[in-house]
């Protein structure tokens, strides 16, 4: 029952819609800016880089968002009078031990698979390693970036999964509507800029991942750990100069980007390996109920 630990603050339905409401203000006007300008926004993030060095543009695009997570954690607290547990999970307490199986599980995964790429097309890589740079990028990210990811997974799959959930009175709504916002939030990123809009199907298939992983676990703690070794390895070992985070990372793709038949690969085939494999962990069942059926009433909760 994680969606109705929402229950368990005071609710207030509208109170649900003013960090959502604004971070989607932000996220439409980011866009709205990046369509107006005549400068592609890879040039815009290049040019920042020469300026400042990627170091400190790094530290200027996380800061904002690990900032945000302590917003959310906060107007919870303050206004929902809700715990961060009861956000977090249906358990008595976080499970730590399912955040950090799920980092070192993708983490090892995304290393393999970056490997084998550099293996398999050295051609399209450069060994970009520098030991300073990459000790300050090793900082900067372990520092930030599990913040910028868990703000993220509190605010798409923590806060406005529980709170669109007791409105809706199911599941399948706040799964659809919050794996459509997360994937909608990159639409600005130098990515979507340079392979076009089928790149979305990767943003908003990773977001149904992460929701079915929360609702099927009953928690945040699986999408936790998966989400910040997304970006923490991916952040540390590779980098492009057409990505979102262009660090001093080991290796640099050299290649021409080119949006083909590949992009299915992760959403088809690597996630539903991932969600089998968790299922036989942690033992998942009623799949139908735990997606698509109805959220309690919170009488019915409390009383249970």
Known sequence: MYIEQGYKGNIGLW???VIPGLFIVFMVLNYISTVMSSVPVEKVLQDAIEQLGSATVLIILLVPLAVGLFVVLGWVILVHNQSITSLTTSRKKIDWKRIFFSFFLWGSITVAMILLGVYLAPEDYVFNFRLKPFIILAIIGILLIPLQTSFEEYLFRGYMMQGIGIMAKNRWVPLVVTSLLFGLM????????KLGLG????YIGTGFFLGIL???DEGLELALGFHAANNLVGALLLTADWTAFQTDSIYRDISEPVLGWDILIPVLVVYPILLFILSKKYGWTNWKERLAGKVATKELFLEN
């Open 15 to 17: 109170k649900y819609f």
């Open 186 to 193: 990159h639409i600005g990123n130098p990515e979507v800029d």
């Open 214 to 216: 929360t609702l099927m």
């Open 199 to 202: 790149i979305m199907i990767y």
